[in-house]
């Protein structure tokens, strides 16, 4: 069979585009804008955010076990510390840990629209009010 003009391969799938945002975390993503994220920042530098991905990462013994320490580790790291640098510097180091808390004056809780009920939301609600 002879061909007639230039052969031709085409596909039949749609090739989706990747988009990929630019924004200095994901706070900036769910807000929806770098604009609405600086209003809240501006208005409320001391904010805490909660978000579903977040708190679904919490494990049973109230410690996030992605992004930081669970309670297992945080023992280790002390014991760590205090072979290192004695008890006074262990206590000192694992303050400053457990205070990641003290700078926020505000809890806000990004509400995502799916898969979600009120569990994480009353999670966060005692979370911010423990700390």
């Not at 208005?43 to 955010?49: A, D, E, L, V």
């Not at 809780?109 to 979600?116: L, P």
Request: with cysteine.
């Amino acid at each position: 069979m002879d061909y007639v003009g230039k052969p031709h391969i085409a596909s039949r799938l749609a090739i989706p585009r990747l988009v990929i945002p630019r924004a200095h975390d994901c706070i900036t993503l769910y807000l929806g804008s770098r604009q609405r994220y600086l209003e809240q920042f501006n208005t409320h530098p001391g904010t805490y955010w909660y978000s579903l991905d977040y708190l679904e990462r919490y494990s049973s013994d109230n410690t996030v076990t992605l992004g930081a320490a669970s309670q297992a580790t945080l023992d280790d790291a002390y014991k760590e510390y205090v072979e290192k640098y004695g008890k006074g510097n262990a206590d000192y180091l694992m303050n400053v840990v457990g205070s990641r808390h003290h700078h926020y004056t505000r809890a806000a809780y990004i509400h995502m629209d799916y898969n979600e009920d009120d569990a994480f939301e009353q999670h966060a609600k005692r979370d911010a009010s423990e700390h």
